[in-house]
């Protein structure tokens, strides 16, 4: 399983754009990059998932570049309420296997 | 039922007292996480249970650790001789697949806290 590094923790102002960026340098071929966000007291909740390139949903991006060994998920205008854990896990798209949590990036919103 | 379901919400129990945590996942999700997440930490993996294949349990801290599951229904965890080191929040994930690709979008559970004093 390719192991994830992400930083511990990031601060930002309501409004601003935050881009948190993983590094998966041994990520393999049919590896897929999924990204969750937990609230305190809650248990993580899916936010965006790809493969290459660009992803976007109505919450978030996934940039991923062609060597595909980083991922930075992108924020728009952030509010107080984005205030959570993000989570950057790679996993094979393939039969059973466990799925595996880093740390995970600590992110604070203020005013 | 709607999303995953835990139960006890809240456990304290006294050390050396077995516990067990329930989880019922969504109907028709084939794969079943447990984790464990101590205070301000990251989710450490336990088992896994995939179908009637059988379960992943690297995870596992201890042999004092067991969990089980029926079929592709409800699933529980039992923690023997508790340590108050086993204090934590377990957490419950279930998924269509095996939790890779587009189909395999973990839904996660409340979460267990377990308090050993």
């Known amino acids: 399983l390719a192991k994830t590094t992400q930083p511990i923790s990031m601060d930002s102002y309501e409004g601003q754009e935050v881009n948190i960026t993983c590094s998966h340098n041994?990520?393999?071929?049919?590896?897929?990059i999924t990204w969750y966000q937990q609230f305190p007291s809650q248990g993580p909740r899916f936010i965006i998932q790809?493969?290459?390139t660009k992803v976007t949903n109505e919450v978030a991006s996934l940039f991923i570049p062609a060597d595909r060994k980083s991922s930075t998920l992108s924020l728009p205008r952030v509010s107080l309420s984005d205030t959570a854990v993000y989570y950057c896990?790679?996993?094979?798209?393939?039969?059973?296997?466990?799925?595996?949590f880093g740390s995970g990036t600590r992110l604070s919103i203020r005013p | 039922g709607a999303g995953v379901s835990q139960s006890p919400s809240n456990k304290v129990t006294e050390k050396g007292k077995d516990v067990e945590l329930r989880c019922d996942p969504i109907?028709?999700?084939?794969?079943l996480y447990w984790y464990r997440q101590r205070l301000g930490q990251g989710l450490e993996f336990l088992i896994y249970?995939?179908?009637?294949?059988?379960?992943?349990k690297s995870g596992l801290p201890s042999d004092r650790f067991s969990a089980e599951r029926t079929g592709e229904s409800v699933s529980t965890l039992t923690i023997q001789r508790t340590q108050q080191e086993d204090s934590a929040v377990y957490l419950c994930?279930?998924?269509?697949?095996?939790?890779?690709?587009?189909?395999?979008?973990?839904?996660f559970g409340e979460g267990s806290r377990l308090t050993v004093l």
């Open positions: 994930a279930s998924s269509l697949a095996g939790g890779q690709g587009a189909a395999g979008e973990l839904f």
């Open positions: 041994n990520i393999a071929t049919n590896d897929y």
């Open positions: 790809g493969y290459k």
């Open positions: 896990l790679v996993a094979a798209y393939s039969s059973a296997s466990k799925i595996i």
């Open positions: 109907s028709g999700h084939t794969a």
């Open positions: 249970f995939q179908g009637n294949s059988a379960p992943d």
